[in-house]
């Protein structure tokens, strides 16, 4: 089955402790990106990378670090998480950016005490 | 600056009911439009992307239409279902040329279905 799996689903964490939130899609897709929903502000673009090792800043990348080793693989990183990353966060995938609709993961709901 | 605005927030409906929800947008220069649902809880599933010479879509009870000269686009859902209560988000891709896209995200409409 085609699907973008996230881990972990919730976190509860405190302000500063680095902690790392893992997508991986079965796809073979070389499109990939990380979105953050809050209400009030619909979903927006974190980091995106186009392929294995390229990867580029979305709008609200500050305070966000990503990597691209493996095609499957594109794990978000907090290095210093704060509070106002609290939010619920999904990875996506598609074959590129502009016609394929992209798959989401099922979302990470982080709260950062 | 690219904006797409949705219409309305939220919506409660019949079961059965047909409904429509509006997406306009200011994005240029257009190359696709896209609607998702989400349900609550899960992550946004696609519905429907139309390019430029496409006004209209269907995938099963949704149609999505498109006016690509007045820069609307509308989800149409007939017949509606309890199933069918979800957020409803339009996307707006813009490409600017040297495979660089920009995607701008709609805020969504609340759509709930009631007995």
């Known amino acids: 089955e085609a699907q973008v799996t996230q881990n972990p689903r919730y976190l509860i964490t405190v302000t500063g402790k680095k902690l790392t939130v893992t997508c991986s899609q079965n796809m073979n897709h070389e499109y990939m990106s990380w979105y953050r929903q809050d209400p009030g502000l619909g979903l927006r673009q974190i980091y995106y990378?186009?392929?294995?090792?390229?990867?580029d800043k979305g709008d609200v990348p500050e305070g966000y670090k990503v990597s691209r080793k493996e095609k499957r693989n594109f794990p978000l990183i907090l290095e210093s998480p704060s509070p106002n990353q609290t939010s619920l966060y999904f990875c996506?995938?598609?074959?590129?950016?502009?016609?394929?609709?992209?798959?989401f993961g099922d979302g990470t709901r982080l709260s950062i005490l | 600056k690219n904006q797409v605005e949705q219409s309305p927030q939220s919506l409660i409906i019949l079961e059965g009911k047909n409904c429509t929800l509006q997406c306009n947008y200011t994005v240029s220069p257009f190359s696709n439009l896209r609607w998702y649902k989400q349900d609550t809880g899960r992550g946004p599933v696609s519905l429907t992307i139309?390019?430029?010479?496409?006004n209209t879509k269907s995938n099963g009870r949704y149609t999505a239409t498109l006016d690509a000269d007045t820069k609307q686009s509308s989800l149409h859902i007939t017949a509606s279902q309890l199933s069918d209560s979800a957020s409803y988000i339009c996307v707006v891709i813009a490409y600017s040329g040297a495979g660089s896209y920009q995607l701008t995200f709609g805020k969504g409409t609340k759509l709930s279905v009631i007995p």
């Open positions: 139309m390019t430029f010479s496409e």
């Open positions: 996506a995938s598609s074959w590129d950016r502009n016609n394929q609709p992209q798959h």
């Open positions: 990378s186009m392929n294995v090792e390229v990867t």
